[in-house]
């Protein structure tokens, strides 16, 4: 039961720390202050990235495969292996009894002696003829349904719209021609680098005296406030702004490489593409209620990261997740558990000979030789407060060594420290040379930074609805 509430932000906390002020926030008892958890201690994107070192430092000196329009820009190539497909504009003509059948596509991709497969009824065609354009978006094939007894025939009204695809082709005995499909299976995708920073500062007497604000009470349990010192403060505010560009942020640069935003000055602001806007373009995507969730839809899921995966068995793939959707899981596996009457495991132990705590923690889950594994991010509880959302990725190194997510920055430009000091120094006390005759200091952090997907296909939303 809650007691009372009290807020310890500051209504200043962004200007400059003082003794004075802090003196009358506090009180005449300093020495009850305590320190708070925080709620936030571990960074999803900085764990995808740093932790698993997939930093990619630019040196826009050299040349690299990351290829560099301007500094600030990162470029890479996906290899995506799609299928080309081309829609039936139109048909005349069923095909039976050996009939031509003339069929109009959008463009010219097949020719003569080419054989098509219509998708929706698996159906094959060979061209006849080379083909006629039409107009810039019409291209004629006169064409022969293939069957061995003439029986077969089409359904124009039902094929048109759907998709057709190549299989190969077929040459007459001294043919004079031959055709290569060539197409280009190479996408370009691009993200960019950008600038976060973070600045506090202090009097010279604040800082001498901050020890004693921070005091951390040792026996009075009734701690009401929290204070940490200014470089802490700082360094949090750093790591959770970036924290948040990397997975939340949405871009601002058009395709001709221009920020939309600019400042008084006429200056770009540049917003770089996070993690999740970068996986939301091109995933798909599981919508769902709470009662529909259950483990089929997983290994459905898993089905469809499998197919985009160069090898169909052995994958490991995370599932980051908010705390709604991590708690479904893990209810959703204690009930797959019990339908499969295991239950028992619970219970007793044979190995030690004893009764085990009930419940379990399920951390991973396997299927069709496939591995996902549960990790839970509260950042994500801030952006899908009220909705369970997650999102598969893979992280595995595809057969160049390219990790599926990059931390992308400059050399020695991930962190940079400055510490501006005035009269005191950096500890209020200190004597010597300072950059200021104020009374004063400022703790700046800031650093360049953006990251890279680099498979966005590779990926899985689920979203509660």
């Known amino acids: 039961m809650r007691i009372t509430s009290f807020s310890s932000s500051h209504a200043q906390m962004s200007g400059t720390r003082t003794y004075e002020d802090f003196h009358k926030w506090i009180g005449e008892r300093p020495e009850r202050l305590g320190i708070v958890s925080n709620l936030y201690k571990q960074y999803t994107a900085s764990s995808l990235t740093e932790a698993l070192m997939n930093v990619y430092a630019k040196d826009y000196k050299k040349s690299d495969r990351f290829t560099s329009l301007d500094s600030f820009l990162v470029e890479w190539d996906i290899d995506v292996n799609f299928v080309k497909r081309i829609p039936i504009l139109a048909v005349e003509g069923d095909g039976s009894h050996g009939s031509e059948v003339i069929f109009q596509f959008p463009e010219r991709y097949y020719e003569m002696y080419d054989v098509f497969v219509i998708e929706e009824t698996r159906q094959q065609c060979m061209v006849m003829l080379s083909p006629i354009r039409r107009s810039d978006s019409i291209v004629e094939y006169v064409c022969r349904l293939i069957d061995n007894d003439y029986n077969e025939s089409l359904e124009p009204d039902a094929i048109v719209g759907t998709d057709t695809r190549f299989i190969t082709n077929h040459m007459p005995e ?12 190479i996408e370009k995708h691009r993200t960019y680098i950008g600038t976060t920073r973070c600045d506090i500062d202090y009097s010279a007497k604040y800082r001498a005296l901050e020890d004693q604000f921070i005091n951390i009470a040792t026996k009075d349990k009734d701690f009401t406030l929290k204070l940490t010192g200014a470089e802490k403060v700082c360094l949090d505010s750093f790591m959770q702004a970036r924290n948040n560009k990397l997975l939340f942020s949405k871009g601002n640069v058009d395709v001709n490489g221009k920020a939309t935003i600019s400042d008084e000055l006429g ?85 030690a000979k004893d009764y085990v705590d009930l419940g379990a923690t399920y951390q991973s889950y396997e299927y069709g030789g496939n591995k996902i594994v549960f990790v839970l991010d509260r950042s994500l509880d801030l952006e899908f407060s009220k909705k369970a959302y997650g999102l598969f990725l893979d992280l595995t190194s595809d057969s160049n060594g390219t990790p599926g997510i990059m931390f992308f920055t400059f050399k020695g430009g991930q962190l940079i420290h400055n510490v501006i000091t005035g009269v005191g120094g950096v500890t209020g006390l200190a004597s010597g040379e300072v950059s200021s005759p104020v009374a004063g200091a400022k703790i700046v952090n800031w650093g360049y930074h953006g990251c890279g997907v680099m498979n966005p296909y590779r990926s899985v939303i689920f979203e509660e609805i």
């Not at 001294?174 to 299976?185: A, D, M, P, R």
């Not at 197919?307 to 169909?312: L, Q, R, V, Y």
């Open 267 to 351: 200056r770009p602001i540049i917003a770089t593409d996070g993690i999740i806007p970068q996986v939301e373009r091109f995933a798909t995507k599981f919508a769902f209620n709470e009662s529909g969730f259950n483990v089929r839809l997983w290994e459905q899921a898993m089905q469809e990261m499998a197919a985009k995966s160069e090898e169909p068995q052995g994958n490991v793939w995370s599932f980051v997740c908010n705390t709604r959707m991590y708690n479904l899981v893990q209810r959703r596996m204690s009930n797959w558990i019990r339908d499969w009457k295991t239950t028992g495991c619970f219970v007793w132990s044979q190995g």
């Open 174 to 185: 001294l043919h004079e021609t031959g055709f290569t499909k060539y197409q280009s299976n």
